[in-house]
């Protein structure tokens, strides 16, 4: 299994342009999370879907992030428009839930947001 | 609400040394699951053991074990033999064990320095 793929890697944009962040899980994961990764405020949950259904959206700081789930093999993380304190590494992990087998979170390699 | 509480920002172990993460949690659940994940500099979150609440039993993995007080809701994690390749950033994490369960909750991480 590739595990869960993120693209970019990294990314660099000005201030005002819209940022879309993709993730692929792994295959047969029913749950997916976004995760934002700063310095002052550590590791944040900013929204997780179940059977590409959103589930809990409350960390997503502003209406400038958006995310959607079309299928259950890809999902998307926008910001429009960006602003220099989104800069951050994002997350994307994947899970198996809902089972009796439940797994452990799986995270991708992460995107590296600079807005300047 | 689930809150997890790593009370040691650093850490430091010499080369072949053994060290101990500390990790609290709280939680009114009695199912659940705990997680220790490994952030080196690549950024990349791996997983480095779990535990089961319902097992008495304290897992282990190769170098990595931890000590699972229930009743204290303590995890924490030992890294016996340190090598300069656990120098990372250590995460606690947990979550709800029951079927429907969905997001982790994370620590504020540890970063562990291994001197040679």
């Known amino acids: 299994d590739a595990g869960v793929i993120q693209s970019p890697r990294h990314e660099v944009t000005e201030m005002g342009q819209e940022v879309t962040l993709r993730c692929k899980p792994i295959?047969?994961?029913?749950?997916l999370f976004w995760y934002r990764q700063t310095m002052m405020r550590g590791l944040e949950l900013l929204i997780y879907?179940?059977?590409?259904?959103?589930?809990?959206d409350s960390g997503m700081p502003e209406d400038r992030f958006s995310a959607k789930m079309p299928n259950a093999s890809f999902s998307t993380l926008k910001i429009q428009p960006s602003e220099p304190r989104d800069s951050a590494v994002y997350f994307c992990?994947?899970?198996?839930?809902?089972?009796?087998?439940?797994?452990?979170?799986?995270f991708g390699q992460g995107t590296r947001l600079t807005v300047v | 609400a689930q809150t997890v509480t790593q009370s040691q920002p650093e850490m430091s172990v010499q080369e072949a040394e053994t060290v101990t993460l500390s990790c609290t949690y709280d939680?009114?659940?009695?199912?659940?699951?705990l997680f220790w994940y490994k952030q080196p500099p690549s950024r990349q979150m791996i997983l480095v053991i779990r535990?089961?609440?319902?097992?008495?039993q304290n897992a282990t993995e190769n170098r990595f074990s931890v000590n699972f007080q229930k009743a204290a809701k303590s995890f924490s994690l030992k890294i016996s033999d340190s090598q300069l390749g656990d120098a990372a950033m250590y995460f606690c994490?947990?979550?709800?064990?029951?079927?429907?369960?969905?997001?982790?909750?994370f620590g504020d991480g540890t970063t562990l320095t291994v001197k040679p």
């Open positions: 992990a994947s899970q198996r839930t809902g089972t009796s087998k439940n797994t452990e979170a799986f």
């Open positions: 295959s047969g994961h029913n749950s």
């Open positions: 879907f179940n059977n590409n259904v959103p589930i809990d």
């Open positions: 939680t009114s659940e009695s199912d659940y699951y």
């Open positions: 535990q089961e609440a319902y097992k008495q």
């Open positions: 994490a947990y979550r709800r064990g029951n079927t429907n369960a969905g997001k982790s909750t």
